[in-house]
């Protein structure tokens, strides 16, 4: 509260109190009148002031940014270079400015060019949409000389194309922008009582996940790309990018990531002009698709953006969702459609009054009632008792305007006047006026058919450009460059990085997590650090890989002091880390004696050396690893001996014992995987391969490796099976023909070009990799009007298999409507896969003599009789 004080004539005030007063002012300030824009017009007032600045300059032509500028300032109370920076942004978007000049680049980020040298103009769409002088609620100007509309007039969702961004004080606004087309098949939709959904779409292009988009919402997240491509094998291309980001921002995270060593990239270029072009040139020993993953991870090439719908509903904040905000759009829409068709209602019967008065005051020759009359007020007079008897059918009461209007018609009018003419024109409005009616009582009609007129006029161009898809999770431990060595000093039980002067183990990534095994049986999982202190005696250290079931682990322990002797296998999916696991047995004294870390899940065959004793004939012993099976990581393990181990030798190198590998594609983020999602391929293994054939002709031979990326359009997408023929019919060009091949692909990863015509008009009908198929070929009415029978022929008796280069056959000379190809029922692959834990596998079961040695391995020696 202010005080007042008064001391010989001053006023003192005391200020508690006026800061809260004046912060709110301040707030309210910056929210209403600067950051947030409304939700009617989807405007700031700043963008607001320069529409109706440019439809005050508009004559057709272009003006300089510089003179819109500065006649906006009479509108809004700030500085020339945010006006001029607001209306960069807005032409930038090209949807309600024209622009000429440099208007700057979205790609590069690059600025305009200044004010004084580039020009612009309001758009069709523009005057069109956002315009009405009639329906338009005006204000004074912050100095009270000039008018500036409350709201401009928009009948269009605005706000949810363009998008906005804005920091008020408490509070921001981020909404995304969206698709033309969308917006209005949405407000068509929602006038219809339909569901809609939309979703973000940007200039840059780029790909986007809009899993957790919630409704554009606070809480919610979008996840965007850019899209990268493998130009060839040392090269990718970035083409597209990701919302929010340019190819500087690009180009220095991508910079950044390889000299903290996440990513090995060769050199960068930046070749973009009016598209987008980035090339990042790889190292030989790089795989692309696996420097695509670590991109998305550990670049700007995949961002996530937080959207914040805050609009301005009346004088108040309020947060909604994008659905809310375009039902309110289109509701506004059509109020703002009747209020057009009401006020142009009432202009059309207004002209049609005055036009009957003005017959009724020709045809009547009422003028010349007035020759006579000497003032003013009996003029008025005059007209008005001459034409009561002619007004019982006009539509109101004829007002003294109405006869100050007749008295202002030209004695030329009066004497050209037409009665046909004046029939025709009554006539026309009536027509008009009846067509009103009938749209102001089918508005909702009316309103759908309005957007469809516009996307007719203005949605050619406005194709969605970012690609909707589900991104995939990348782990980051996988995609990571080894950019890290480690080491081990065993004696004193340290591992890291920075032990340069100890034993070499491998390369590895700093996210890495690290495994480690000491003499005891100790396991333990750390992360990569500089020296981490593990333990005395260390056996093995590698890279733990979380839910590796690959991985097997083949041990073989003492159960304390001097306890019998165990052996098992193993996998280790999941630990805690810097935990220790004792995996031999909790006794005091026990050891591991035999240990190997199999990364395909080989088993080997040791050989045991028992030290010597009376009661064993054979003192050696062969053990296979493969005979037992593979269990987790805490089971005891079976039994090998009760009796002492002296030492134990590899004597051969093992095989690896898991099954073939199931691998699905996943279509909707185009990867493959092990978990079961998608289409199943088949079971892997070893060299097997991915075949790949492509709409342009093109066969490719891949690797199963769950890294690839599938993001080129593709016709076939399976295992491939080295003996199973290739048919293709395609269309030549060319000769204007259809031709038939079987052939056999090269086991080569480079591509292979089956089609050997490359004319623009040829294309591919049909490609198939099952043996038996069958073309049924229906004709086309021939130049007599007649259609030949339809065709049957079995493509395998038809073609035999030639090279991949050769032409083929020629299939069919006469004019085709259709080509169904019947392909016969796939033979199932035989299920044998890793989930049966071993191929042929029979668990290693000891049957124990009462001495406890594995049985028929050992004798019990006779003790002679006494």
């Given amino acids: 509260m202010i005080e007042e004080q008064h001391h010989e004539g001053e006023s003192l005030k005391k200020v508690s109190g006026l800061y809260k007063d004046w912060f709110l002012d301040y707030a309210s300030y910056v929210i209403l009148d600067r950051a947030i824009p409304s939700v009617f017009d989807g405007l700031k007032p700043v963008q607001r002031r320069i529409m109706h600045s440019m439809r005050e300059l508009e004559d057709g032509r272009y003006n300089k940014v510089a003179n819109i500028v500065g006649n906006t300032m009479k509108y809004h109370p700030h500085g020339d270079a945010s006006i001029t920076d607001a209306m960069v942004q807005i032409g930038q978007k090209e949807l309600l400015i024209d622009t000429q000049g440099n208007w700057g680049n979205i790609f590069t980020g690059d600025s305009a060019a200044a004010a004084r040298y580039i020009e612009a103009r309001l758009t069709p769409f523009a005057l069109e949409v956002v315009f009405n002088p009639k329906t338009t609620e ?83 997240k979008i996840r965007t ?129 005055f036009s009957s008065l003005e017959r009724i005051f020709i045809e009547n020759r009422i003028y010349h009632d ?53 029939k025709e024109n009554i006539l026309a409005l009536e027509g008009k006026i009846e067509q009103v009616k009938y749209h102001l009582n089918n508005l909702i009609s009316y309103a759908i058919e309005y957007y469809s007129n516009i996307q007719k006029k203005y949605g050619k161009e406005k194709e969605r450009r970012t690609e909707l ?3 995939d999770t990348i782990d980051a431990t996988k995609v990571a460059v080894a950019n890290e060595k480690f080491y081990v000093n065993r004696e004193e039980g340290f591992i890291g990085t920075s032990l340069k002067k100890d034993e070499y183990l491998f390369d590895c990534s700093d996210i890495d997590d690290i495994i480690t095994f000491q003499k005891d049986g100790t396991m333990k999982v750390v992360k990569v650090d500089s020296k981490i202190f593990i333990g005395k005696n260390i056996e093995h250290v590698g890279i733990f890989k979380k839910n590796d079931k690959r991985t097997v682990y083949n041990m073989i322990y003492r159960e304390g002091r001097d306890g019998a002797y165990y052996m098992k296998r193993f996998f280790v999916t999941g630990v805690t880390r810097n935990n220790d696991y004792k995996l031999a047995s909790d006794k005091k004294g026990s050891e591991m004696l035999y240990f190997s870390a199999n990364p395909n899940g080989e088993a080997e065959t040791v050989s045991i050396l028992l030290k010597p004793n009376a009661r064993i004939r054979k003192n050696k012993i062969d053990i296979d690893f493969s005979e037992l099976a593979i269990k987790g990581r805490d089971s005891k393990g079976n039994l090998v001996t009760k009796y002492a181990i002296k030492k134990i030798d590899l004597k051969e190198e093992g095989v690896s014992t898991l099954a073939p590998r199931k691998i699905w594609f996943d279509n909707a983020v185009r990867r493959l995987n092990a978990d079961g999602r998608g289409e199943l391929l088949g079971n892997f293994k070893g060299d097997d391969k991915i075949l790949i054939i492509t709409p342009k002709g093109e066969a490719k031979l891949i690797s199963f490796d769950l890294s690839n990326r599938f993001d080129d359009e593709y016709i076939i997408l399976q295992k491939w099976i080295p003996e199973q023929a290739i048919t ?75 090279g991949i280069k050769a032409m083929g056959n020629q299939f069919i000379k006469d004019k085709v409507k259709t080509i169904n190809i019947e392909v016969p029922e796939p ?14 596998e029979q668990n290693y079961i000891s049957s124990e003599d009462e001495d406890g040695t594995i049985g028929d391995l050992f004798e019990e020696s006779q003790e002679p009789n006494s």
């Fill in 370 to 422: 007035i020759e006579e009359v000497k003032s003013w007020d009996e003029v008025i007079k005059t007209i008005d008792n001459g034409l009561k008897p002619h007004t019982q059918h006009l539509l109101r009461a004829v007002t003294q305007e109405d006869i100050v209007r007749l008295t202002e018609i030209r004695i030329k009018r009066i004497s050209r006047f037409d009665l046909d003419k004046f």
């Fill in 469 to 471: 898809r589900i991104f």
């Fill in 225 to 353: 790309r850019a899209k990268i491509a493998q130009q060839d094998k040392h090269s990718l291309v970035i083409t597209e990018l990701p919302f929010s980001k340019t190819t500087g921002d690009l180009i220095d995270s991508i910079l950044k990531a390889n000299d903290k060593g996440k990513i090995k990239i060769k050199k960068i270029e930046d070749n973009t002009s009016d598209k987008v072009e980035i090339l990042i040139h790889l190292h030989n020993d790089v795989s692309p698709d696996k420097t695509i993953d670590a991109l998305y991870a550990f670049t700007d090439c995949q961002v996530t953006i937080s959207p914040n719908a805050c609009v301005i509903v009346g004088d108040k904040p309020m947060f909604l969702s994008v659905s809310e905000i375009l039902r309110m759009n289109t509701d506004h829409t059509v109020s703002l459609l009747k209020k057009e068709l009401e006020i142009e209602l009432h202009e059309l019967q207004e002209n049609w009054h």
């Fill in 138 to 220: 005006w204000t004074k100007s912050y100095d009270g000389r000039n008018n500036e509309p409350i709201d401009l007039p928009v009948k269009f969702p605005l706000l949810l194309t363009q998008g906005v961004e804005g920091i008020g004080v408490g509070l921001s606004t981020k909404i995304l922008p969206h698709n033309f087309n969308e917006l209005i098949n949405a407000s068509i939709a929602h006038l219809k009582g339909k569901k809609f959904e939309i979703y973000p779409d940007f200039l840059t292009a780029g790909y986007i996940d809009v899993s957790e988009y919630n409704d554009g919402q606070r809480g919610g």
């Fill in 728 to 802: 293709c019919i395609y269309f030549d060009g060319d000769k204007g023909i259809y031709f038939i091949k079987r052939f056999v692909l090269e086991n080569t990863t480079n591509p292979q070009i089956f089609m050997p015509s490359d004319h623009p008009k040829s294309f591919v009908e049909f490609v198939g990799t099952t043996d038996g198929c069958t073309a049924e070929i229906i004709f086309a009415k021939d130049k007599n009007g007649k259609t030949k029978d339809t065709e049957y022929i079995n493509i395998d008796e038809f073609i035999a298999i030639k």
């Fill in 827 to 840: 033979q199932e692959e035989e299920e044998e896969t890793e989930d049966d834990e071993l191929a042929s």
